[in-house]
């Protein structure tokens, strides 16, 4: 069994939580939100300890692995840590919203030879797999052309709107990735992106398709 510890108990690390918890692989044993409301409900609820300072998780070196599920600005930050005291680490995406931040990390922790999963979970779908081996052998013919269309089952809500970069930046990442997973060893040479809100005014004042320019 491979000692566990969760940060985040938001929308996905609940979700992750209790999947952990069923998988008889791990033993959840921390889990940690810098809400305490939350750490204390959770902890109750999947059967773990509670942790009031991250570095508790850090520093038990029974801990193998950490899961990332707090909100974007924290994943960096987890992420040096947890290589630093070598903990195999998942980490949800994105890394971070900025790619001058991603990069530095990379160079900080590129020797210490880091064993890191981020949560592009679109590439376990059965489906998108079996395209991609069917693709790659030649199954399919020739690719000319992806065309992505994604949906959540949802409008986002007003506050994941501002705490998550935005739609654009925090959902468009998993149809970058599913891209680059079809193409194999290519990469794509020109992106163009454009949005309108046509279901909402309230996401006019957050203005997230205008913010970013692609
Ligand atoms: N792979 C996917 O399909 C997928 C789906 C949803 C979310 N995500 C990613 O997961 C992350 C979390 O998203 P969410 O929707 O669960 O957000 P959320 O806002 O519901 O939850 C985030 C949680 O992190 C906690 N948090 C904030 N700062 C913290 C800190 N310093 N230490 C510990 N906890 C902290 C918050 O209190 C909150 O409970 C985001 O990066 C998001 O992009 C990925």
Known sequence: ?????????????IMHGKNLMRN??????????IDKNLTNKYSKILKAESVD?????????????????????THIKFILEGVKNKKIIFCEKPLDLSIKKINACKK??????????LGFNRRYDPGHN???????NGKIGKLEKIIITSRDPAPPSIKYLKESGGIFRDMMI?????????????????????????????????????WHRV
């Open 53 to 73: 300072n991250p570095n508790i998780i850090f520093k038990d070196k029974k801990i193998r692995a950490i899961f990332i599920a707090s909100t974007t600005n």
């Open 1 to 13: 069994m491979i000692d566990i510890a969760l940060f985040g108990l938001g929308r996905i690390g």
């Open 108 to 117: 900080k922790i590129k020797n210490l030879n880091p064993k890191i999963q």
């Open 174 to 210: 998993h149809d970058f990735d599913l891209v680059r997973f079809y193409l194999g060893k290519d990469e794509p040479s020109k992106l163009i992106a454009s949005g309108s809100n046509i279901s909402d005014k309230r996401f006019d004042k957050i203005r997230d398709l205008s």
């Open 130 to 136: 079996n395209l991609r081996k069917q693709l790659l």
């Open 24 to 33: 008889k692989d791990f033993n959840l044993k921390y889990v940690y939100d």
